[in-house]
């Protein structure tokens, strides 16, 4: 999904809200007119209900925002501060973190025509003395104890006061600048063990249990520095109370393109991210392994450390990172179809991808526009490519080997899956499938649709050299040349440009076989277009033409349109309109019939009558039968399976009846 800009993950604990990881390092995006629009939604309730306006980020508003600074470095901090698509993470940090009521449900806001979308997620929302009031009451019993300990070591908090350089830049990265530096940070930049000191401080951290709902916390040995109270402070400054996985996007299609992504991507994800942090606490683990990097990095360098100098390190050590990159990777990747398979600390398997959807019917090919008709499924605006019509005499077409299929797939795949990727073959219909595996037909097809969702498959007829095939209007053309280097190192001995030469012409693919010894190694190749999409498949529709002799020696009958009146003027040009009848100088032609069904009208049923009349009776009740059908909307492969035939008694009434059938080759 190209829309898509950008992942962000913030945290609220009560060291305040942190922009813990965003990707990519440098997203891009068009430059529009700035406005600030955010609400959220949950279920079927108005999303505009719960929108409120702001008037932008003024100066002083975001100055409440900035991390402490050391006397006189106020504009070069400003210039250092990080940014993400244009805005300073403190920023984002700030309006990504909603109040409670609107946790829990779709977030949705919109900067300078950058959508962000989230679920902000409570954690132990259901439990009392949790949540971001306990998180607050949490803060000021540290901040009080901070306020303690400085008075009771006032040369400790002078060396704080005084210290500058990475100490004093340090704290996170958009979060940490919500409390005060504290002394044994200080104590530790000072001195020459401080990156150990973090390091060891960051194990500590990790083995920690979470704080408890009075607030006390176990003793944490961080290499001898600070007291017991400022121990104490630092475990319960993890304590971690909500979440918010955002993903920024432009849209190109509206507000359903935002609520697809979140559908079918964030709600799925945070659900997973919620389970194993409340199971295992692996948001906070993941979240203070993040900040622990990026507090090492800035102590061993005396400028400011920005998130992007990190993030190598960060995918390297962190899985919540590279969960989080991967999806993006994969939603953003067109070759990839918006896919994504991902693993949540190597226990949640979560298949994710949003599905396609169109909004405007198909277009009817050039043939069936001049006839004035849509072929089957044309007219009802559903994409017979995306979410075809499963039958019996269907194939199933991989659109790469099996092998890259089954790579893909989650770790406990269905059995009769990985064994129907292994043995498909487009000349396999799914009838004979049901029997190879000894499946019901429901089931393979929930199979097959469920190949095809994920854009590892498509429906095809069986492939066969008595089909016809033709170029595809759409051909790729654009990556020919890497198409034709693809396809020669798979068929050395023919050329692409060639065998596209030969199917310039519909007629059957026997034709373009040289031998019957290549027989099988062009249906390789077949199979290789149709993959590709250089190919498209012609079927056969069939049309009804009543010659002028019939129309003409059928007596009149009054039409529907002279129903409608009794003037005998108005009836007799109706009867001779139906009937027919040319125009004086006109030679006299057929008379086609549009919908010889249900649609067609008194005259044109006693039409259909008197040519039936003139066969066999057998034949004439199979041509009645059958006539509903020649309006082409229907192939003749769909016309042989809805009436249970086979394609002989088809090729019977084309025989029988070919002064009257018409037939056509469409796509």
């Known amino acids: 999904m190209p829309s898509v800009l950008g992942v962000l993950l913030i945290c609220y604990s009560s060291r305040g809200h942190q922009l813990v990881f965003s990707y990519p390092p440098d997203p891009k995006r068009g ?175 990790l083995a920690s249990s979470d704080t408890t709902a009075d607030g006390n916390t176990p003793g944490i040995s961080a290499g001898g520095a600070g007291t017991g109270a400022a121990s104490s402070s630092s475990a319960s400054a993890h304590q971690l109370s909500m979440f918010n996985l955002v993903f920024a996007m432009q849209p190109e299609h509206g507000q359903r393109e935002v609520d697809d992504m979140y559908v079918h991507i964030i709600s799925k994800l945070t659900a997973a991210l919620k389970y194993e942090q409340l199971k295992r606490g692996y948001i906070r683990r993941e979240t203070e392994l993040i900040l622990s990097i990026k507090d090492d990095a800035q102590c061993r360098s005396v400028e400011r450390v920005q998130f992007v100098d990190v993030l190598p390190r960060v995918l390297a050590e962190s899985t919540l990172a590279r969960c989080l990159a991967d999806t993006f990777m994969a939603v953003t990747d067109p070759a990839g179809g918006g896919g994504a398979h991902v693993v949540v600390n190597a226990s949640v398997d979560l298949s994710l991808r949003v599905p396609d959807r169109l909004t405007i019917p198909m277009p009817l090919s050039a043939a069936a526009s001049a006839l004035g008709f849509d072929p089957l499924g044309a007219a009802t605006g559903v994409n017979a ?126 034709v373009a076989v040289p031998h019957k010894e290549a027989r099988t190694l062009y249906l390789e190749i077949l199979t290789y277009l149709l993959r590709h999409d250089l190919v498209t498949q012609l079927h056969m529709y069939i049309y009804l033409m009543i010659p002028y002799s019939i129309c003409k020696s059928t007596p009149p009958t009054r039409s529907d349109a002279a129903l409608l009146t009794d003037d005998p003027a108005v009836i007799g040009d109706a009867n001779d309109a139906i009937a027919g009848a040319p125009d004086a100088g006109e030679p006299p032609t057929a008379t086609f019939v549009p919908d010889p069904g249900a649609g067609a009208s008194e005259m044109e049923k006693a039409w259909i009558r008197r040519v039936a009349c003139e066969q066999p009776a057998a034949v004439a009740g199979l041509f009645l039968r059958l006539v509903p059908y020649f309006n082409g909307r229907c192939h ?18 084309l025989s029988r009846f070919r002064e009257v059938v018409v037939t056509a080759l469409l796509p």
């Not at 016309?639 to 394609?647: D, G, P, Q, S, Y």
Request: with cysteine.
């Open 31 to 205: 430059h529009q007119s700035r406005r600030v629009r955010r609400g959220g939604a949950h279920g079927s309730q108005s999303r505009s209900a719960a929108r409120t306006l702001l008037k932008g980020p003024s100066p002083d508003r975001l100055d409440a925002f900035d991390p402490p600074r050391a006397s006189g470095s106020g504009s070069a901090q400003q210039s250092d501060a990080e940014r993400f698509l244009g805005f300073e993470t403190h920023f984002l940090s700030d309006v990504l973190s909603p109040k409670v009521a609107l946790c829990d449900r779709q977030f949705q806001l919109t900067v300078d025509d950058v959508t962000f979308v989230g679920h902000p997620t409570l954690l132990h929302a259901d439990r009392p003395g949790t949540g971001h009031r306990f998180a607050r009451m949490i803060q000021r019993k540290r901040l009080a104890a901070q306020d303690a300990a400085g008075a009771d070591h006032p040369t400790s908090t002078a060396a704080s006061a005084g210290a500058s350089g990475p100490a004093a830049l340090g704290g996170g990265l958009a979060g940490d600048h919500d409390h005060p530096q504290k002394p044994e940070d200080s104590n530790s930049s000072a001195s020459s063990a401080g990156a150990s000191d973090i390091s060891r401080r960051s194990q500590a951290n």
């Open 385 to 510: 490519k995306e979410y075809p019509v499963l039958r019996p005499y269907h194939a199933l077409l991989l659109l790469c080997d099996p092998e890259e299929v089954l790579k893909v797939l989650p770790l406990d795949p269905l059995p009769l899956l990985v064994e129907l990727i292994q043995i498909v073959t487009p000349t396999q219909s799914f009838e004979q499938l049901q029997t190879t595996l000894d499946c019901s037909l429901s089931h393979l097809y929930r199979l097959a649709a469920h190949l095809v969702h994920w854009r590892k498959a498509k429906i095809i007829d069986v492939v066969s050299t008595r089909n016809v095939y033709i170029v595809a209007p759409d051909a790729p053309f654009d990556n020919l040349a890497s198409l034709s280097a693809d396809f020669s190192t798979r068929f050395p001995t023919v050329n692409l440009p060639s065998v596209l030469a030969d199917l310039a012409v519909p007629r059957p693919f026997a």
């Open 636 to 653: 003749v492969e769909e016309i042989v399976f809805r009436e249970n035939l086979t394609r002989k008694d088809v090729r019977t009434i």
